[in-house]
T-cell receptor, first 117, second 118 residues
Framework: AQSVSQHNHHVILSEAASLELGCNYS??????LFWYVQYPGQHLQLLLK??????LVKGIKGFEAEFIKSKFSFNLRKPSVQWSDTAEYFC???????????????FGQGTELSVKP | DVKVTQSSRYLVKRTGEKVFLECVQD?????MFWYRQDPGLGLRLIYF???????EKGDIPEGYSVSREKKERFSLILESASTNQTSMYLC?????????????????FGEGSWLTVV
């Protein structure tokens, strides 16, 4: 069965520190990859997504992620975090399937990021 | 602007009650989803629908059913609520791909419905 693993459950950083959140998935076929963010009290929002082309993807708010196919990874990075980045981050994978044979977005367990001012 | 609206933000229901969670999207999306979100477990897919009257089970469909009578509306039904269904429920929608049902189009989420079953 397909799965998505986020290595860190809770990350605590000081402002200006660099961030890397790990995400690995298990699926051998073609995938689309996403990072979503959920700020306290708000709904899930898309940070960035990858579905083809340059494996280094830039998203909103200075975030980027790199797809490494050989490692089945899609790690999220930000060079310098801010207090306002405090949120929960979810990696998600969409295993592409042929029409009418299903397919779904599978989420990781989430990583809670706390940034200390 | 994109909008997925869940009718109830907070509900408290008794064990055994029938519970309806309603979701409406105004983007003419073909795909709609219901997830539940629990600490340490991330989001888990309950059911999804890729067209009117079509539904497919997700990872954890037991104890739930869904209804999609109109394109814009996707309802989640708890036939007989139990305490282990206390959770945050998230509705989402996306466009269907031309070849694949799920083509990498962005999925848009509602704000969530907090359900407590006592």
């Amino acid at each position: 069965a397909q799965s998505v693993s986020q290595h860190n459950h809770h990350v605590i950083l000081s402002e200006a520190a660099s961030l890397e959140l790990g995400c690995n998935y298990s699926y051998g076929g073609t995938v689309n990859l996403f990072w979503y963010v959920q700020y306290p009290g708000q709904h899930l929002q898309l940070l960035l997504k990858y579905f083809s082309g340059d494996p280094l993807v830039k998203g909103i708010k200075g975030f980027e992620a790199e797809f490494i196919k050989s490692k089945f990874s899609f790690n999220l990075r930000k060079p310098s975090v801010q207090w306002s980045d405090t949120a929960e981050y979810f990696c998600a994978v969409n295993a592409l399937r042929i029409y009418n044979q299903g397919g779904k977005l599978i989420f990781g367990q989430g990583t809670e990021l706390s940034v200390k001012p | 602007d994109v909008k997925v609206t869940q009718s109830s933000r907070y509900l408290v229901k008794r064990t055994g009650e029938k519970v309806f969670l309603e979701c409406v999207q105004d983007m003419d999306h073909e795909n709609m989803f219901w997830y539940r979100q629990d600490p340490g477990l991330g989001l888990r897919l309950i059911y999804f629908s890729y067209d009117v009257k079509m539904k497919e089970k997700g990872d954890i469909p037991e104890g739930y059913s869904v209804s999609r009578e109109k394109k814009e509306r996707f309802s989640l039904i708890l036939e007989s609520a139990s305490t282990n269904q206390t959770s945050m429920y998230l509705c989402a929608s996306s466009l269907r791909g031309t070849i694949r049902v799920f083509s990498g189009n962005t999925i848009y989420f509602g704000e969530g419905s907090w359900l407590t079953v006592v």
